[in-house]
């Protein structure tokens, strides 16, 4: 059942900045949800999904998530398998994958790769070796598994689409299964959840109505307007579904798993994820932003602004897309916003991310 639904109209500064968004060409259209625990607040929607088309956004459209794959799918995955007792969080890679045995990479461990600390470089481009190869998933998973590492593991957090691509590699080793299946059947599917799902490139036909999806980059790469498609390389090279990228969903989908996430954080009785595991991917380490599959609010410059509690956790996502849940208050705010499309270099949504989650925080969740 999606959440209860209270004073769904505007709030007049909220919308007014919303709308100051698509005047100034932060992006073309967003969707903006705003929450206390399961009481949605707001849920708006602005602008257009397609700057071609013109087709007005709507509040249920679905939008390429990006890296909000690494916390909605690869981190629950991983947070099922260690509470179900399948991984532990120590377990190092040199006993889930024999090509690390004597290699740098034997001693990293998935804590490090799901914070960020394996040793592994932020990205590279893989997509163009693996393009046109019989097999592109494996080459992927090969260079993963060659590509030096820039640091002793554990030495620093270095934030790396790579470690996640390992993720996803170990969630299929384990579990013998995809990472889209294994996340939509013991996690999506549990909680009622159809708006979030991975898009197979090799699949016969799309998994939600096309005239709800929303366009991303005019890329120079496939020379077209990717919609329907996952916009990181990397992950479209790969079939559509990776650790770090290939995640699609609107935003009840990315609320309700939020609300699950929150009530495991608060011991409030979850219906899949384990409180006590849960609270050991969300510890903080001395120095680190980033916890197990989830980034925290920084010291200085968060793009949640100034008034969300030491205790968010939440991630942005390269396309635009952001959520951010506050235990502290029981708020959830989920941006999504198509600001890659037509070009993924308009960065003005750096600036508008703290000020609307300001904005929020003032006139919504007060």
């Known amino acids: 059942m999606a959440g209860e639904k209270v004073g769904i109209m505007t709030s007049d500064p909220v919308s007014n900045m919303m709308d100051r968004g698509i005047r100034e060409n932060v992006f073309p259209g967003a969707v903006l949800l705003c929450a206390k625990y399961d009481k949605i607040l707001y849920h708006r929607a602005f602008g257009v999904m397609d700057l071609q088309t013109n087709h007005p956004m709507k509040t249920d459209a679905v939008f390429d998530l990006a890296s909000l794959t690494k916390p909605l799918a690869t981190a629950v995955a991983m947070m099922v398998l260690v509470q179900t007792r399948q991984l532990t969080l120590d377990v190092r890679l040199k006993d889930l994958l024999p090509a690390t045995i004597q290699t740098p990479k034997a001693g990293i461990t998935l804590d490090m790769l ?43 957090q270095v934030y ?25 059947n013991h996690v999506y599917q549990p909680l009622g959840i159809e708006d979030l799902f991975f898009i197979d490139m090799a699949a016969p036909s799309m998994p939600v109505d096309q005239a709800r999806l929303v366009s991303t980059q005019n890329c120079p790469w496939r020379g077209r307007v990717l919609t ?139």
Not at 163 to 178: D, E, F, N, P
Not at 316 to 334: C, E
């Open 228 to 366: 329907g498609e996952v916009d990181d390389e990397n992950a479209w090279v790969s079939g559509g579904i990776q650790g770090h990228a290939g995640l699609f969903g609107s935003a009840d989908g990315v609320h309700r798993l939020c609300l699950e996430m929150l009530q495991a954080i608060k011991y409030q009785s979850p219906q899949v994820l384990d409180p006590g595991t849960a609270a050991r991917f969300i510890q903080k380490y001395p120095g680190h932003t980033h916890v197990a599959g989830f980034d925290t609010p920084s010291q200085t410059g968060s793009s949640t602004g100034r008034y969300f509690s030491a205790l968010t956790v939440g991630h942005l996502g390269f396309t635009g897309t952001s959520f951010w849940i506050d235990p502290d208050t029981g708020a959830i705010v989920v941006l999504l916003t198509n600001r890659v499309h037509p070009s993924r270099f308009n960065l003005k949504i750096k600036k508008f991310r703290p000020a609307i989650h300001d904005c929020i925080a003032r006139c919504i969740l007060r």
């Open 160 to 184: 790396s689409d790579l470690g996640y691509m390992l993720l996803s590699k170990v969630i299929r080793v384990v579990t013998q299964t995809r990472l889209d299946r294994f996340v939509q």
């Open 114 to 156: 799901l914070r960020h600390t394996s040793g592994l470089p932020a990205h590279r481009n893989f997509f163009e070796q693996a393009t046109g190869q019989p097999d592109p998933l494996a080459v992927m998973d090969h260079l993963v598994l060659t590509e030096p590492l820039m640091a002793l593991p554990g030495a620093k």
